[in-house]
């Protein structure tokens, strides 16, 4: 069963703060964070393994709550290079990682 | 920087007909994934693979799909027989690690006709 993000869509002003959440109803190992820009591959930002902890990579961050089987992305200080389509990928202990629909995140200027 | 690079870019292939497609994950990862994209959806697992054998496999990817470790630098999926709704955007990815994230490929847009 596929994670649930939302928003499914947001829209915020250069140097805006954003959160994306992601949600499953399976109890899980890691989540994976990845950025995709339209017509190209999806890039990945981080991974959260299961322990309950709190990854950072620049201006972007992420939590990751075990037992409530949720994690969100936060973006802070929006950039013009944010903007794309961020999924969510979970994983239960295999290889196999279930992504989300994704959120759209455009910035305007 | 090292990167998963695919091949062909495009391919346009007829109903029925086999298609393979091939990548080169980056070189010191051990883990090899094939995941797809129908045009303006998520992002679908398909298959992992692990000490050249298949580790994880979806629903998706059922008896018409192969995947192949042929050489010490090729992973290859194999269609047979496609399909018209085979039409997808097909990205490889590797990673090192099974706990770290996996990088992927530009991907192969097939088309079937």
């Known amino acids: 069963q596929q994670p649930v993000q939302s928003p499914q869509a947001v829209i915020l002003r250069e140097g805006e703060d954003a959160v994306i959440n992601c949600s499953s109803s399976k109890a899980l190992y890691s989540v994976h964070w990845y950025r995709q820009k339209h017509g190209e591959a999806p890039v990945f930002l981080m991974i959260l393994l299961k322990g309950g902890e709190q990854k950072g990579h620049e201006k972007i961050s992420a939590s990751f709550n075990e037992k409530k089987q949720q994690s969100s992305l936060y973006l802070t200080a929006s950039q013009l290079s944010y903007s794309g389509t961020y999924f969510c990928?979970?994983?239960?202990?295999?290889?196999?990682?279930?992504f989300g629909t994704g959120t759209r995140l455009t910035i305007i200027p | 920087e090292p990167e998963v690079t695919q091949t062909p870019s495009h391919q346009v292939t007829q109903m029925g007909q086999e298609v393979i497609l091939r990548c080169v994950p980056i070189?010191?990862?051990?883990?090899f994934y094939w995941y797809r994209q129908i045009l303006g959806q998520k992002v679908e697992f398909l298959v992992s693979?692990?000490?050249?054998?298949?580790?994880?496999k979806s629903e998706i990817f059922d008896d018409q799909f192969s995947v192949e470790r042929p050489d010490g630098s090729n992973f290859t999926l194999k269609i047979r027989s496609t399909k018209l709704e085979d039409s997808a955007m097909y990205f490889c990815?590797?990673?090192?690690?099974?706990?770290?994230?996996?990088?992927f490929g530009q991907g192969t847009r097939l088309t079937v006709v």
């Open positions: 693979f692990y000490n050249n054998e298949i580790s994880e």
């Open positions: 070189s010191n990862h051990l883990y």
């Open positions: 990815a590797s990673s090192e690690l099974r706990t770290m994230g996996a990088f």
């Open positions: 990928g979970t994983a239960s202990g295999n290889e196999k990682l279930t």
